[in-house]
């Protein structure tokens, strides 16, 4: 009985990819569904089913919250404070199972997210010209490409050993590029790690190339996907590969040789001088790509989703959020490196005195419904992928890469600007990249996918020992439902 249960759930779930949504500025007003003949009959009604692909992106359970939640609370810099399942402490205690709230439901969301792409690219064959114009159809196209990409490298992160064990020769995820409208098309054997990535990789170069150079908004250049959101996120998928070389060869196309770094080409993308900006102005040219977020009902993460809600303290404490998760005193805070007049000490806020002294991220700040925007990719992180990539590719005190590095450092501590006489060698300054990622990127989700793309220990916090990359728990289990459903699945 659970099983049919189950299907009925995720058939309902699946049906809802055609369904249609007005928006604007990817902000959904829920309209009555549509058949499926008919979704794709109008150009106003395409429109609809692309946007829609945003809002599955965003869906509270994936980058509207919780995909960079469990990224950050896997890590070592934040400490549980209320014991809750629902909110992740499973996740926190590296011991969630295949029953957990987390793990079911980001796959749910992630596959959810995959076959409205799938239904997209799909119905999007039958299209006529006069509906929707060639060159048109084919950013739509490119569009939903760059959104499956990041949704299946999204998954690879917690359910499949990292692509440097093996070089992605371990079991991945189920492959699905074909939408699926109704029941018997579960059983699918999850492919390699490295044909998944194969399939990332080919939909964000197809993306890139059909995407548009920018759009005419400049909301839409951070909401929406363009030219420089695919070779951005190249760079994360090569930098997880381990393919440096690649890295190298994406990010010069959208970070010019020399300091002021920019983009030259698309939208021009460039750090703001003060990280502040970043998290009260959304669309500044720094953000890449975000998830938008409004008061309007259904536009939001939903309870217990959002990032304010998790890392704020409490109203008591003069907070707005749930105090979910505190900064960990051991974690990067303590590091001595980053210093008291660092503008990103900003965004730290201490409650309590002696023994209940704790410290909060209050990067987020909106009050009820949090409406901040989520980060999905920022231009520092890209500079900072180059950044590594360089050192790592040169064996060297590259110079390039020291000053990235600088850039993004002395962008938030004018103390410091980083010469080729910083470092020994380029051990210290990979190290010295890395800890800027972890102060730079604190609460944006990268924790995670940074130990173990390096097949580093997750570092002990609180309670909850350290994870090595050999031991049960360094990665998810795959979903419950999924094992249910799919008779070729094989757990981890």
């Given at each position: 009985?659970?099983?049919?249960?189950v299907?009925?759930?995720?058939?309902?779930?699946?049906?809802?990819?055609?369904?249609?949504?007005?928006?604007?500025?990817?902000?959904?007003?829920?309209?009555?569904?549509?058949?499926?003949?008919?979704?794709?009959?109008?150009?106003?009604?395409?429109?609809?089913?692309?946007?829609?692909?945003?809002?599955?992106?965003?869906?509270?359970?994936?980058?509207?919250?919780?995909?960079?939640?469990?990224?950050?609370?896997?890590?070592?810099?934040?400490?549980?404070e209320?014991?809750n399942?629902?909110?992740?402490?499973?996740?926190?205690?590296?011991n969630?199972?295949?029953?957990?709230?987390?793990?079911?439901?980001?796959?749910?969301?992630?596959?959810?997210?995959?076959?409205?792409?799938?239904?997209?690219?799909?119905?999007?064959?039958?299209?006529?010209?006069?509906?929707?114009?060639?060159d048109?159809?084919?950013r739509?196209?490119?569009?939903?490409?760059?959104?499956?990409?990041?949704?299946?490298?999204?998954?690879l992160?917690?359910?499949?050993?990292?692509y440097?064990?093996?070089?992605?020769?371990?079991?991945?995820?189920?492959?699905?590029?074909?939408?699926i409208?109704?029941?018997?098309?579960?059983?699918?054997?999850?492919?390699?790690?490295?044909?998944?990535?194969?399939?990332?990789?080919?939909?964000?170069?197809?993306?890139?190339?059909?995407?548009?150079?920018?759009?005419s908004?400049?909301?839409?250049?951070?909401?929406?996907?363009?030219?420089?959101?695919?070779?951005?996120?190249?760079?994360?998928?090569?930098?997880?590969?381990?393919?440096?070389?690649d890295?190298?060869?994406?990010?010069?196309?959208?970070?010019?040789?020399?300091?002021?770094?920019?983009?030259?080409?698309?939208?021009?993308?460039?750090?703001?001088?003060?990280?502040?900006?970043?998290?009260?102005?959304?669309?500044?040219?720094?953000?890449?790509?975000?998830?938008?977020?409004?008061?309007?009902?259904?536009?939001?993460?939903?309870?217990?989703?959002?990032?304010?809600?998790?890392?704020?303290?409490?109203?008591?404490?003069?907070?707005?959020?749930?105090?979910?998760?505190?900064?960990?005193?051991?974690?990067?805070?303590?590091?001595?490196?980053w210093?008291?007049?660092?503008?990103?000490?900003?965004?730290?806020?201490?409650?309590?005195?002696?023994?209940?002294?704790?410290?909060?991220?209050?990067?987020?700040?909106?009050?009820?419904?949090?409406?901040?925007?989520?980060?999905?990719?920022?231009?520092?992180?890209?500079?900072?992928?180059?950044?590594?990539?360089r050192?790592?590719?040169?064996?060297?005190?590259?110079?390039?890469?020291?000053?990235?590095?600088?850039?993004?450092?002395?962008?938030?501590?004018?103390?410091?600007?980083?010469?080729?006489?910083?470092?020994?060698?380029?051990?210290?300054?990979?190290?010295?990249?890395?800890?800027?990622?972890?102060?730079?990127?604190?609460?944006?989700?990268?924790?995670?996918?940074?130990?173990?793309?390096?097949?580093?220990?997750?570092p002990?916090?609180?309670?909850?020992a350290?994870?090595?990359?050999?031991e049960?728990?360094?990665?998810?289990?795959?979903?419950?439902?999924?094992?249910a459903?799919?008779?070729?699945?094989?757990?981890?």
């Amino acid at each position: 009985m659970k099983k049919i249960l189950v299907q009925a759930s995720l058939l309902g779930a699946f049906l809802l990819g055609t369904s249609a949504c007005n928006r604007d500025l990817l902000t959904p007003i829920p309209q009555t569904s549509v058949s499926d003949a008919s979704s794709f009959s109008t150009t106003s009604r395409v429109q609809q089913q692309l946007l829609s692909l945003y809002t599955a992106l965003k869906d509270g359970n994936l980058y509207g919250g919780r995909y960079l939640i469990y990224g950050d609370i896997r890590g070592e810099n934040f400490l549980n404070e209320t014991s809750n399942l629902v909110t992740g402490a499973d996740v926190w205690n590296l011991n969630a199972t295949n029953s957990a709230t987390a793990v079911q439901t980001l796959w749910y969301a992630a596959y959810l997210c995959i076959n409205k792409c799938n239904i997209f690219i799909d119905g999007m064959a039958t299209v006529p010209v006069t509906i929707v114009p060639a060159d048109v159809a084919a950013r739509y196209i490119a569009e939903a490409k760059l959104i499956r990409a990041l949704s299946y490298y999204s998954l690879l992160q917690y359910y499949a050993r990292p692509y440097a064990d093996g070089n992605g020769n371990k079991p991945g995820v189920p492959l699905r590029l074909n939408g699926i409208k109704g029941t018997g098309q579960s059983d699918l054997a999850r492919s390699t790690v490295a044909d998944v990535y194969t399939q990332v990789l080919k939909d964000l170069n197809e993306a890139e190339t059909g995407l548009p150079q920018t759009y005419s908004g400049t909301g839409e250049n951070t909401t929406r996907a363009h030219k420089n959101t695919a070779i951005a996120l190249k760079t994360r998928v090569y930098l997880t590969m381990q393919r440096y070389a690649d890295v190298v060869t994406e990010a010069n196309k959208i970070v010019s040789p020399a300091a002021p770094f920019n983009a030259p080409t698309g939208v021009n993308h460039r750090l703001q001088a003060d990280i502040a900006t970043v998290f009260t102005n959304f669309t500044t040219t720094e953000s890449i790509f975000s998830m938008p977020m409004t008061t309007t009902a259904g536009d939001f993460p939903g309870t217990q989703n959002q990032l304010a809600f998790y890392y704020q303290p409490n109203a008591s404490n003069g907070g707005t959020g749930g105090a979910e998760y505190s900064l960990n005193p051991s974690g990067i805070i303590a590091n001595t490196n980053w210093s008291a007049t660092d503008r990103r000490r900003s965004f730290v806020r201490q409650t309590g005195t002696g023994a209940t002294t704790k410290n909060w991220l209050i990067k987020y700040k909106t009050v009820s419904p949090y409406t901040d925007y989520v980060p999905v990719i920022r231009y520092s992180e890209v500079l900072l992928n180059l950044a590594e990539a360089r050192a790592r590719t040169t064996n060297s005190v590259d110079a390039q890469a020291v000053a990235l590095l600088s850039a993004v450092r002395n962008r938030s501590d004018a103390a410091i600007t980083y010469t080729t006489t910083s470092f020994a060698n380029a051990t210290e300054l990979t190290n010295a990249i890395l800890l800027e990622r972890n102060i730079e990127f604190l609460g944006e989700g990268l924790r995670n996918n940074d130990l173990v793309r390096l097949l580093q220990t997750i570092p002990a916090k609180g309670s909850v020992a350290a994870k090595a990359a050999s031991e049960n728990g360094y990665i998810w289990p795959i979903s419950a439902q999924e094992l249910a459903l799919n008779k070729l699945a094989t757990d981890n």
